[in-house]
């Protein structure tokens, strides 16, 4: 399944790449994370355990072009993600 979503921030481009990026930022309005946007590099994110998930996703960084895009893979609770 292809899920394709596309948001439009009033915040400059390099205000957006640092909330999706940096790891104190995303722990300010996400969860937990030691994510960087380096190619190669795993993450974890680390939300609210639920029912039947212990709330943890690991990933891996596929690829980054600050501040334009930044590409990574994430797997927990049976899902594997891809985020462009």
Do not use: S
């Not at 380096?38 to 709330?55: H, K, L, N, S, Y």
Request: hydrophobic residues 40%.
């Amino acid at each position: 399944m292809i899920i394709k979503r596309t948001e439009h921030y009033p915040q400059d481009i390099d205000a957006v790449w640092t909330a999706l990026t940096d790891a104190r930022a995303i722990r300010q309005w996400w969860v937990d994370t030691d994510f960087a946007p380096v190619p190669g590099r795993t993450f974890f994110f680390q939300d609210t355990p639920r029912r039947g998930w212990d709330g943890k996703v690991t990933g891996e960084v596929l690829h980054a072009d600050p501040p334009h895009q930044v590409r990574f893979r994430w797997q927990g609770g049976g899902i594997d993600t891809l985020v462009e």
